[in-house]
């Protein structure tokens, strides 16, 4: 089991960056793989970012890509998503998830545990 808390989002003007954080609970976060998905209103949710257990892997959305990063801490139970060069697009709750199985998250998108999700908006 684990449980997920996303923290940093907020409204940020367009070309602006923020960085999400997701804490962890419990003892064997580096066996996670990690990702984010977002929602924007009235869209289906999609898949973001993903990183390996071990951080060496790491797989981004097309629509993303060169302008966020994500990044682990596993001595902290911490996964980050740096937002750069930010765009209205970007504006969505975005959510923490974690799976045994990179796969599950990058491929079939369906990770076990998802966090409650933090607001991002990018204003114009």
């Known amino acids: 089991q684990v449980q997920l808390v996303e923290s940093g989002g907020g409204l940020v003007q367009a070309g602006g960056s923020l960085r999400l954080s997701c804490a962890a609970s419990g003892r064997t976060f580096s066996s996670y793989a990690m990702g984010w998905f977002r929602q924007a209103p009235g869209k289906e949710r999609e898949f973001v970012a993903a990183i390996s257990w071990s951080g060496s892997r790491t797989y981004y959305a097309d629509s993303v890509k060169g302008r966020f990063t994500i990044s682990r801490d596993n001595a902290k139970n911490t996964v980050y998503l740096q937002m750069n060069s930010l765009k209205p697009e970007d504006t969505a709750v975005y959510y923490c998830?974690?799976?045994?199985?990179?796969?599950?998250?990058?491929?079939?998108?369906?990770?076990?545990?998802w966090g409650q999700g933090t607001q991002v908006t990018v204003s114009s």
């Open positions: 998830t974690a799976d045994h199985s990179l796969n599950t998250i990058v491929l079939t998108r369906a990770p076990g545990y």
